[in-house]
């Protein structure tokens, strides 16, 4: 599940919390297919962000055939969560390329995804500036995945596994998502593409703009 037991350790990471501070970091969570991804590829071409994707950074170490690849590929196949110490490894080492460091600000797509994850990132890291929940009903939500499971390739894109994601969201998830009610905009996804992103430019764009005033700034 999310527990902090790992035994795996990265390369030290490199990030300077008081840049980090000055920059938005803006969660974005939903359940299985509600359209992360495809919004923060929007936000980052129109506000300059930088999009790390738990989902994908995972998928690279599985491609890569490293040690927590091979055993991460294992969970995500049962549709569990990967260790928090290994997810929170893998996002500050993702923040420590060169184009994170020069960025605007911070999407972090599928993170956290259980209340220790969470934990973990605002004691190592900050607490979020805003985070994003993009809702849609779950029977919504089923028939993208199972369309995109037509070409995605993807392992975890399948009937029995999704139900098995759908299971872990609903009891590890949306607690994270009740953590933070004074930050939260809840977006549903359920419409057309296009008019989902239309509210969630508008919601970064405020954001985007205070942490760029000296007398407000991000927290």
């Not at 991804?37 to 170490?61: I, P, W």
């Not at 055993?71 to 569990?80: D, R, V």
Request: hydrophobic share 30%; glycine share 8%; net charge positive.
């Amino acid at each position: 599940m999310g527990s902090s037991s790992s035994k795996h350790h990265l390369k030290e990471n490199c990030l300077d919390p008081s840049e980090v501070k000055k920059k938005p970091v803006i969660f974005v969570l939903g359940g299985p297919g509600s359209g992360k991804g495809t919004q923060c590829d929007k936000l980052v071409k129109d506000f300059g962000l930088q999009h790390l994707s738990l989902g994908d950074l995972l998928r690279d170490e599985v491609k890569q055939g490293s040690k927590i690849g091979r055993e991460s590929s294992k969970l995500m196949a049962e549709g569990k969560l990967v260790p928090t110490s290994v997810s929170l490894e893998l996002l500050k080492k993702a923040m420590c390329t060169s184009s994170s460091r020069d960025c605007q600000g911070y999407l972090i797509d599928g993170f956290p995804r259980a209340i220790d994850q969470a934990t973990a990132f605002h004691k190592e890291v900050k607490k979020p500036d805003m985070v994003i929940y993009l809702h849609a009903p779950y029977d919504v939500l089923e028939k993208r995945l199972l369309k995109r499971g037509e070409t995605s390739g993807r392992s975890d894109d399948n009937m029995k596994i999704i139900q098995k994601r759908f299971i872990t969201f609903r009891k590890e998830t949306l607690p994270v998502v009740a953590l933070y009610t004074s930050v939260l905009k809840r977006i549903s996804s359920k419409p057309p593409s296009d008019e989902v992103y239309n509210k969630v430019h508008r919601t970064v764009e405020k954001l985007v703009w205070s942490c760029t005033q000296p007398s407000l700034g991000c927290s």
